[in-house]
């Protein structure tokens, strides 16, 4: 079946700029996960869902960051008046219910210049 | 706080051959789960192998195993018969057994080179 997509896979921005990059779980996926991959490193958890529950802010670094996701399925995670210190690969995943196994999107890649 | 820590920035390792990556964590959490991550070129995170702290046997998955020492929080995976397209970025991973949101923390990872 279809995995995780996520769209764009690349995006070129000027700072200041605001941006949306898009999270297409796998279908019927209860979890979902946004996580950030500065170069060179290892991946940082941003924010999570889980059904209809509040999401896990957490992780967010700022609030020019924000994320939603409508109606249990697609989510889209904004970037307000971008930096350059965004650049970074963008990575989606989700989760069946009942498993702990996180289904990775291949990721859009973030550049601020 | 949890942290993982992936001691190698870098590793290489002839074709054939056997390699052992590090990675130690930190947790006061008695029951959670690691994980080994591979990262090709392509980006993609691809599971490698997982193991549930509360088992005491060591994962194994084909030519992928781990060393799962809980007492000294370590958590090392070892390639056997290495092949090319085993060069990659690999991650070590741990989610919390008490965690809300089942988050995954991860180390900052091993780059492997396979050489022929």
């Known amino acids: 079946g279809a995995g995780v997509s996520q769209s764009p896979s690349n995006k070129v921005t000027e700072k200041g700029k605001d941006v949306e990059l898009r999270c297409d779980p796998i279908s019927g996926h209860t979890a979902l996960y946004w996580y950030r991959q500065s170069l060179g490193q290892g991946l940082e958890f941003l924010i999570y869902?889980?059904?209809?529950?509040?999401?896990?802010k957490s992780g967010l670094p700022s609030d020019r960051f924000s994320a939603e996701r409508t109606g249990g399925s697609v989510s889209t995670l904004t970037i307000q008046r971008t930096q350059q210190e965004d650049s970074a690969v963008y990575f989606c995943?989700?989760?069946?219910?009942?498993?702990?196994?996180?289904?990775f999107g291949p990721g859009t890649r973030l550049t601020v210049t | 706080a949890q942290t993982v820590t992936q001691s190698q920035p870098e590793m290489s390792v002839q074709e054939a051959e056997t390699v052992t990556l590090s990675c130690t964590y930190d947790?006061?959490?008695?029951?959670?789960?690691l994980f080994w991550y591979k990262q090709p070129p392509s980006r993609q995170m691809i599971l490698v192998i997982r193991?549930?702290?509360?088992?005491?046997q060591n994962a194994t998955e084909n030519r992928f195993s781990v060393n799962f020492q809980k007492a000294a929080k370590s958590f090392s995976l070892k390639i056997s018969d290495s092949q090319l397209g085993d060069t990659a970025m690999y991650f070590c991973a741990f989610k919390g057994g008490s965690s809300n949101t089942g988050k995954l923390i991860f180390g900052q990872g091993t780059t492997l080179q396979v050489k022929p």
């Open positions: 947790t006061s959490e008695n029951n959670y789960y």
């Open positions: 869902f889980q059904g209809n529950s509040a999401p896990d």
């Open positions: 995943a989700s989760v069946p219910g009942q498993t702990y196994e996180q289904y």
């Open positions: 193991q549930e702290a509360y088992k005491q």
